[in-house]
Antibody, heavy 114, light 108 residues
Framework: EVQLLESGGDLVQPGESLRLSCAAS????????MNWVRQAPGKGLEWVSAIGTNTLYADSVKGRFTISRDDSMNTLYLQMSSLRAEDTAVYFC??????????WGQGTLVTVSS | EIVLTQSPGTLSLSPGERATLSCRAS???????LAWYQQKPGQAPRLLIYGASNRATGIPDRFSGSGSGTDFTLTISRLEPEDFAVYYC?????????FGPGTKVDIK
């Protein structure tokens, strides 16, 4: 059974940093393109970042967020710095298979507020 | 960046009725790179359709997708109680993923 389990979400102040993790199991993580997608409260889905053969970022987080992975631990990370109120969202990790997100985690909530 | 627009914003229907959801792209999208997702409150999105018309594993055949170019459609032939949710389209082009704003299907 495929599982993606996010963790690390928290309440932080503007300007602070936070690292999210996503533990994967049930599929070959090392050969999978992995992504972060976020959803602000009551809003739609926004793609954030991807890691596969290279790393990609949405313009809204470029220069502030860093995606990485540890294939030996089957874990995906998102290091977030200089957090802003508009980064408040549920962050989902998801596998991207060729042209679609086929597996999703349940998400972890990041709240940026003073 | 390709912008996706979904209509209507909300669709109020009764169980058993047919739902037709539209997704329009600001530029042509390869049919191979258009997907649809269902999301219920408090849950992660669930893949329904990929490649514009291919049902994902375990998706009932009352869900179907069609379209090409800039106009795509998700059809639910007969709404079941569990189908009332928000539906998003998604495209992938030039290493950029974008989602539509969603269509909420609620009970009339």
């Amino acid at each position: 059974e495929v599982q993606l389990l996010e963790s690390g979400g928290d309440l932080v102040q503007p300007g602070e940093s936070l690292r999210l993790s996503c533990a994967a199991s049930g599929f070959t993580f090392s050969s999978s393109a992995m992504n972060w997608v976020r959803q602000a409260p009551g809003k739609g889905l926004e793609w954030v970042s991807a890691i596969g053969t290279n790393t990609l970022y949405a313009d809204s987080v470029k220069g502030r967020f860093t995606i990485s992975r540890d294939d030996s631990m089957n874990t995906l990370y998102l290091q977030m710095s200089s957090l802003r109120a508009e980064d408040t969202a549920v962050y989902f990790c998801a596998r991207f298979l060729t042209n679609r997100f086929d597996y999703w985690g349940q998400g972890t909530l990041v709240t940026v507020s003073s | 960046e390709i912008v996706l627009t979904q209509s209507p914003g909300t669709l109020s229907l009764s169980p058993g009725e047919r739902a037709t959801l539209s997704c329009r792209a600001s530029q042509s999208v390869s049919s191979s790179y258009l997907a649809w997702y269902q999301q219920k409150p408090g849950q992660a999105p669930r893949l329904l359709i990929y490649g514009a018309s291919n049902r994902a594993t375990g998706i009932p055949d009352r869900f179907s997708g069609s379209g090409s170019g800039t106009d795509f459609t998700l059809t639910i032939s007969r709404l079941e109680p569990e189908d009332f949710a928000v539906y998003y389209c998604q495209q992938y082009s030039s290493s950029v993923v974008t989602f539509g704003p969603g269509t909420k299907v609620d009970i009339k």
